[in-house]
């Protein structure tokens, strides 16, 4: 495994005189930067120290707000450490195929701006000398739709005595999402966690009995109350309880800032702290808390960015390596 060791780096626009931009349609490798890596001599570094030839690509559904994208990098030789920042996050590299490729995964919040987003490839080579490369990503706009629903008044204008209550639980959520857990426990594939339909209400801008709220950041999938809900891949169970809005919750912790969150459960069968592998029931469909009806809400965060799940399965379907 190769270890993430670069310094946080604001993103920037990209000087396209410098650097020119190649784009292409989705579900290909949407651009090709090969940069020559001039390796700058550490302290202990020898004179002879060799330059890294870095082959930068990605692939994507899309370059859309929500959206993960897979950033691989191809180093000349094994590199001693490799690591990159993309909106503000630490990517971590794995290996992805062919010998010196690696993949880290990128999240594109769904409320990040459009326009040129830059990813800061670094790299230290086994004589101790660094290298580095600047990767555009060229986020374009998306129109969501908005979803108006009926539900609960206590859920639109909640009694006075449950505010605090609310608040507390919103902080437990928001203090979750930054960590990126060293270990990585996912691996290949990820399974759709029940077998009904999903729709694509990801992003959609939400509207409760009239008043607007925040948007939709999950995939809704249609199923039954008691279905049996598998967790998509391997992790540890960081959160399991009941939420004011959520009702009862499970969240999962797939290691390198990757996090499953199911809602509106019937029922949980973990606990806190539980490891879970691929497949296994975590809890049942319901419809507790602000639902119109019984299904599973599923969210992911990537690096805290809310991202669609519909994306991950897409990129990493179920049966897939690594």
């Not at 999240?107 to 990767?135: M, W």
């Not at 008044?153 to 005595?161: L, Q």
């Not at 969210?299 to 990129?315: K, Q």
Request: hydrophobic fraction near 45%.
């Amino acid at each position: 495994m190769v270890k993430a060791r670069v310094a946080q780096r604001p993103a920037r626009r990209q000087d396209r005189a410098a650097r020119p931009r190649i784009r292409a349609t989705a579900w290909c490798v949407c651009a090709v930067v090969t940069a020559l890596l001039t390796g700058v001599p550490a302290a202990s570094a020898g004179q002879g120290a060799a330059d890294l030839i870095v082959n930068v690509t990605h692939r994507a559904r899309a370059l859309h707000p929500g959206e993960i994208v897979v950033l691989n990098v191809r180093t000349a030789e094994a590199p001693a450490a490799l690591g990159a920042t993309a909106f503000g996050a630490e990517l971590r590299f794995f290996p992805a195929g062919p010998a010196n490729v690696w993949a880290a995964l990128v999240g594109i919040d769904l409320e990040v701006e459009p326009g040129e987003h830059v990813v800061a490839v670094r790299a230290t080579a086994v004589d101790g000398s660094l290298a580095g490369t600047d990767y555009t990503l060229a986020v374009e706009p998306k129109q969501f739709a908005t979803r108006r629903l009926r539900v609960e008044p206590r859920y639109v204008d909640p009694p006075p005595e449950v505010v605090e209550r609310i608040l507390r639980e919103r902080d437990q959520q928001a203090a979750l999402f930054p960590v990126s857990t060293a270990v990585r426990y996912w691996r290949g594939g990820f399974l759709r966690p029940v077998p009904g339909r999903a729709n694509s209400a990801f992003g959609r801008r939400s509207v409760f009995n009239g008043q607007p709220r925040s948007p939709h950041s999950g995939a809704d999938f249609l199923s039954g109350t008691g279905t049996p809900i598998a967790a998509p891949n391997d992790g540890v169970v960081v959160l399991a309880t009941d939420l004011y809005f959520s009702g009862n919750v499970v969240i999962i912790d797939h290691g390198w800032g990757l996090y499953s969150y199911f809602a509106h459960l019937s029922a949980i069968d973990v606990a806190e702290g539980d490891r879970v592998r691929k497949g296994m029931v975590v809890g049942k469909v319901g419809a507790t808390g602000r639902v119109t009806g019984p299904h599973l809400h599923w969210t992911v965060r990537l690096n805290n960015a809310r991202v669609d799940p519909l994306s991950l399965l897409e990129l990493f379907p179920p049966g897939g390596g690594r």
